[in-house]
């Protein structure tokens, strides 16, 4: 007879938490669209008016003998979502391979010269964004100019997006990012759990990926951390913004790289934007939410046509239509 009671309480408490579910969803769709809203003020225009370069001149940092698929899916990312020119930075095994999937790209087999920090400080003045990471390996060498290569675009000011390879280097040595606040680091599952394992020292609480998020962007001194994942977390240690853009449940390799090279373009779009198109909102924050959103509509839109068999090329393919659904309409 009390079974009555019991069950009814359970029932209440159960619409009670669907209901609060349902504010929270709601909520986080609202506050997912306002966001989009001032990603489409960043853009810049296309005129008549502009000369080659303006819109963007991103570097990817990245490329060695095992990994070629993945700086040349973040350089094509970067070009097909708006950049006018992509250079890639990488060994000289590699560069033959990455020119010949694109004539697009410009590629400078400098990564494993001895000179390779100034061969590529030479570039930076004229770069306006750096990507580092993608299919970089983990030869030390090779790690060791990557080194020299942050300090120098530290030094210069420039915005640098942080994926695959270079989040292991930032792991063993998270000085080189501390406190930078043009950095924004992109990690998977397991990237996020060593890169927290290295600066919190704790193990990862799995049950709050929003706070998780929040507290290894507080700790390297509000660097901008984008865990990647059913829900992308983002946050710069203050604020925290999740996408739950509808994507797909293809997980191919690659679509990680895709979000680094786009994510390349939309940081410098959003700090050159200024404030006035921000309103306020955290360049850096803006920036990922645009990339985040964009690669899971290009996920989706693939997804329909190809299903089980779609792969990054395909997804690249969509990166236009996906562009101007999201932000163009
Ligand atoms: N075509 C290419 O050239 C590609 C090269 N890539 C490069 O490959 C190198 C290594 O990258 P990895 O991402 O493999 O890094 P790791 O070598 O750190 O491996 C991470 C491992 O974790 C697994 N993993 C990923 N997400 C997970 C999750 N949510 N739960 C549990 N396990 C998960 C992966 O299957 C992988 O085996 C990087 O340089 C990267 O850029 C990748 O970007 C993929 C495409
Ligand atoms: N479970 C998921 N459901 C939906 N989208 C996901 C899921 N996991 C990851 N993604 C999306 O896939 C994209 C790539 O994330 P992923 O975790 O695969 O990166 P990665 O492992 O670095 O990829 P890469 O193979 O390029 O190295 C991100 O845009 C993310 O939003
Ligand atoms: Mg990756």
Aim: with cysteine.
């Amino acid at each position: 007879m009390a079974v009555g009671p019991a069950w009814a309480a359970a029932g209440a408490c159960r619409r009670v938490l669907q209901r609060a579910f349902s504010l929270h969803k709601a909520h986080s769709v609202k506050n997912m669209e306002t966001t989009l809203q001032l990603v489409r003020n960043i853009i810049p225009p296309l005129t008549s008016k502009k000369h080659k370069g303006q819109d963007g001149r991103i570097g990817i940092v990245g490329g060695c003998q095992e990994y070629t698929g993945a700086p040349y899916f973040a350089a094509i990312s970067a070009l097909k979502v708006g950049a006018d020119l992509s250079h890639v930075f990488c060994t000289q095994e590699a560069a033959p391979v990455i020119k010949s999937y694109s004539p697009e790209l410009i590629v400078h087999p400098v990564l494993d010269r001895p000179s390779a920090v100034p061969n590529v400080e030479e570039w930076l003045p004229r770069l306006h964004a750096l990507v580092v990471g993608p299919g970089l390996g983990r030869d030390d060498t090779l790690l060791e100019n990557v080194k020299g290569i942050l300090e120098a675009s530290k030094a210069r000011d420039i915005p640098i997006v942080i994926d695959a390879d270079g989040l292991w280097l930032v792991a063993q040595h998270p000085a080189l990012i501390q406190g930078y606040r043009k950095a924004v680091l992109t990690p998977n599952h397991v990237e996020f759990s060593r890169l927290s394992e290295a600066v919190l020292r704790d193990p990862v609480d799995g049950s709050d990926h929003r706070e998780a998020v929040r507290r290894l962007s507080q700790a390297l001194g509000n660097v901008t951390v984008v865990q990647k994942g059913e829900r992308d977390v983002i946050s710069d240690g203050e604020q925290v913004l999740e996408c739950a853009q509808e994507g797909s449940s293809r997980r191919c390799g690659g679509q990680g790289d895709l979000l680094s090279g786009a994510l390349g373009v939309l940081v410098h779009w959003a700090l050159h934007a200024g404030p006035e198109k921000t309103n306020g909102s955290s360049p850096l924050l803006l920036a990922a939410m645009g990339a985040c959103s964009l690669v899971r509509q290009c996920s989706r839109q693939a997804f329909q046509k190809h299903g089980r068999s779609t792969t990054t090329t395909d997804m690249i393919a969509e990166v236009g239509p996906a562009f101007r659904i999201l932000f163009e309409t």
